[in-house]
């Protein structure tokens, strides 16, 4: 048996003693379809709960591209925590100015209000940004933010996050960059491929919080890079 072998066998045999487990999925997908200088003047606007809308174990397709998820339970304030990391990450990680959002909400609700069913999402946000002085807004919707039930290393069931990014440009109405994140954490023993995340989230089980707070930092780890 070679070497390799060895050690394959020995992290199985100490992930099974061990009840210790691994992410099935891999780091959040981010995607730039449009310029941006970078230093532009955002709009953060809160994280709207999916799962609120439509309730639970249902597919719901991203009200900007159509992408589809899974919802499932999010817990109380995850929006809020979404939304706080989120600004924390433009401090950060980007050079972006962000322009106060106190009255997103009040804009927000009047133009959705007074909105014909011609004018899609995407319409209503960026000018919602326009009417605030932004040249882009940032949107997110959560579908999933379950926390995990147990401790480190005894957990009865694991931690499950889903939610998506958007960054809008307000002048032409377009989508110029986007990032995602759906993750269930899984046994290590159902899959060794992601065997390098294990290790480095600690060899136990992770918080939804911490799964969140990785794939935030993660979109935003080369933004500013060409």
Not at 82 to 98: G, Y
Not at 119 to 134: E, F, N, V, W, Y
């Amino acid at each position: 048996m070679t070497t390799r072998s060895l050690i394959v066998r020995g992290l199985l045999l100490i992930a099974c003693c061990t009840g210790l487990w691994a992410c099935r999925s891999s780091a959040p997908v981010t995607n730039t379809s449009g310029s941006f200088a970078g230093d532009e003047k955002v709009l953060v606007l809160p994280f709207q709960d999916m799962a609120w809308l439509y309730g639970t174990d249902v597919n719901v397709r991203s009200p900007i591209t159509g992408k589809v998820f899974l919802t499932g339970p999010v817990e109380s304030d995850a929006d809020r925590y979404l939304t706080d990391l989120l600004v924390d990450a433009l401090r950060q990680q980007t050079h972006f100015r962000t322009v106060p959002s106190s009255d997103s909400p009040a804009v927000l609700d009047a133009l959705k209000s007074t909105a014909d069913a011609r004018r899609s999402p995407l319409k209503i946000l960026a000018q919602t940004g326009r009417m605030l002085d932004a040249d882009l807004v940032f949107k997110g919707y959560v579908y999933r933010f379950k926390e995990r039930v147990g401790k480190d290393y005894s957990a009865e069931s694991p931690a499950s996050v889903a939610y998506d990014l958007y960054l809008i440009d307000c002048r032409d109405l377009s989508v110029v960059w986007s990032g995602y994140f759906d993750e269930t954490q899984q046994a290590l023993t159902e899959d060794l491929r992601f065997i390098g995340t294990f290790f480095k989230r600690g060899a136990r089980w992770i918080t939804a919080e911490e799964m969140a707070r990785d794939a935030m930092n993660g979109m935003f780890k080369e933004f500013n890079k060409p």
